[in-house]
């Protein structure tokens, strides 16, 4: 019995080590590792707009996706990929909000130094925050759509403008996107309705 | 009518759409360099998957070859241990023997000296 289960052991391996072939698990994984390339692939530029458009400079918008995508891959590779567009999202949400409170903390010593040092007219929050990189709706020549949309969208509360991208742009369904933003669908709902109001209010001005 | 759309009033439909194309446009027009330094990001992302799934495939190879070894230093010391395989039958069969002695069996052991002198004495004698 010892022997034979030995037998069977050995047979296995030599078999893998002579042939150079790897178990079928892996092979699976490569197939794996081809899908989560295509998936990668088509949410990578969607998910640097989103952080552009949550005012983050391109390059920190770059480094975030790039850190989204191992988080990503890291945790939640093994899922079915029928999960992954609102696990993605969800990665890229926490990494927003943690840039954001980088932000804000980073902000808040600005101010203070600013108030004890009293040096200068500028307005050190505002540069932090403002990208100085116009952005593609904006570098589309002559579409003031496009600018005046990017504007908005800049200008919406945090989750509300997710609730708008992931719903409306990235085109999930309520229950992936509360999964996405970790809160119910009924305040997917509210955030989206608000949204929505609040951008063809800024929409109509610009008209 | 899809969930999204239900969601939206129908008012917004039309502008909404026109907000997704744009959105779409500027995804699209995104520069090489750009464009290049995500290619990068993702491959990377999947580069740091393989080399942990290939390290994971080491050590599940290196396990088996540790257990084939172990088995086969394993399977002669265990046919060549002295005794290594009689113990337990030793064990078995005396637990029988002591199963098996029961009190008229002991009357029959006492009686043995008795049956032996008997077997001794000259059959012709008996008649």
Redesign the interface.
């Known amino acids: 019995m010892t022997s034979t289960i030995g037998g069977a052991v050995c047979a296995t391996f030599s078999t893998n080590c002579l042939t150079g072939s790897m178990p079928a698990s892996l092979n699976a994984d490569r197939a794996n590792s081809h899908a989560l390339d295509e998936f990668l692939r088509t949410v990578e530029r969607r998910a640097l707009r989103m952080a552009e458009l949550a005012a983050i400079p391109r390059d920190e918008a770059l480094d975030l996706v790039q850190d989204a995508m191992l988080g990503f891959v890291r945790h939640y590779a093994g899922k079915p990929p029928a999960e992954w567009p609102p696990l993605f999202y969800r990665v890229v949400d926490n990494r927003l909000n943690d840039w954001h409170r980088r932000q804000n903390v980073r902000a808040r010593w600005i101010d203070r130094f600013r108030a004890a040092s009293d040096d200068g007219p500028d307005d050190a929050r505002g540069m932090l925050l403002e990208s100085s990189d116009p952005g593609p709706l904006r570098r589309l020549a002559g579409n003031e759509a496009g600018q005046a949309l990017e504007s908005a969208l800049i200008a919406l509360p945090r989750r509300q403008r997710q609730a708008f991208l992931l719903r409306v742009w990235e085109g999930l369904d309520g229950a992936g996107t509360a999964a996405a933003m970790r809160c119910s669908e009924g305040s997917v709902k509210t955030h989206l309705s608000r949204a929505l109001a609040a951008l063809r209010r800024a929409l109509k001005e610009h008209e | 009518m899809s969930?999204?759309e239900r969601?939206?009033?129908a008012a917004?439909a039309a502008?909404?759409a026109?907000?997704?194309a744009?959105?779409?446009?500027?995804?699209?027009?995104?520069d090489a360099a750009?464009?290049s330094?995500?290619n990068r990001?993702?491959q990377?992302?999947?580069a740091?998957?393989?080399t942990r799934?290939r390290g994971l495939?080491w050590l599940?190879?290196a396990g088996?070859?540790a257990?084939?070894v172990f088995?086969?230093a394993?399977?002669p010391w265990?046919a060549r241990a002295p005794g290594a395989s009689a113990l337990p039958a030793e064990a078995d069969g005396t637990a029988a023997i002591v199963d098996a002695v029961t009190a008229d069996d002991i009357e029959f052991f006492e009686d043995l000296e008795f049956y032996a002198w008997l077997d001794a004495q000259d059959p012709e004698i008996d008649g």
């Open positions: 969930e999204t969601d939206m009033h917004d502008w909404v026109d907000a997704r744009l959105l779409d446009e500027s995804a699209a027009g995104l750009t464009l330094r995500l990001a993702r990377a992302a999947l740091g998957r393989s799934m495939w599940s190879a088996l070859a257990t084939a088995l086969v394993l399977v265990h």
